[in-house]
C-alpha cells in the first residue's frame, strides 16, 4: 500500500483491517480517498501501475464528469512505459 500511496496511508490500512463490518471498512477507504496528505502522495507515485489493457499510470483518480476540455492539462509527470522502470502490478492491493 505504502509503494502506491505513501506511508500516508497506512492509519486508515491499518483501522480498516481491524474493522470485520463491510460499510465500515467502506467508510475508511473513503475517509483516505479524500485525506489531502493521501491524496499528493498518491499523486507523487513515481512507480508506474500496470493495468487491463496494457494501460501504465502512475496515479489514478475518480472525477466528476463532465469536465469541459479547456479544465484538461496533461503533464509529464513519470514516464511508465520505460522499461527500465519498477513496476507494481495492481495486484499488490489485495496483499
Not at 16 to 31: F, L
Request: glycine content about 4%; proline content about 6%.
Amino acid at each position: 500500500m505504502t509503494i502506491l500511496f505513501g506511508e500516508e496511508i497506512l492509519p486508515y490500512w491499518e483501522v480498516a483491517r481491524e474493522i470485520d463490518s463491510p460499510a465500515i471498512r467502506q467508510n475508511v477507504a473513503e475517509a483516505a480517498a479524500i485525506d489531502e496528505a493521501v491524496i499528493l502522495a498518491h499523486f507523487s507515485n513515481k512507480v508506474p501501475i500496470f493495468g487491463r489493457f496494457n494501460t501504465r499510470f502512475c496515479s489514478a483518480f475518480a472525477v466528476r464528469l463532465p469536465i469541459p476540455a479547456s479544465s484538461i492539462r496533461l503533464e509529464r509527470l513519470c514516464d511508465p512505459w520505460k522499461e527500465d522502470v519498477n513496476h507494481v502490478g495492481l495486484s499488490i492491493l489485495a496483499e
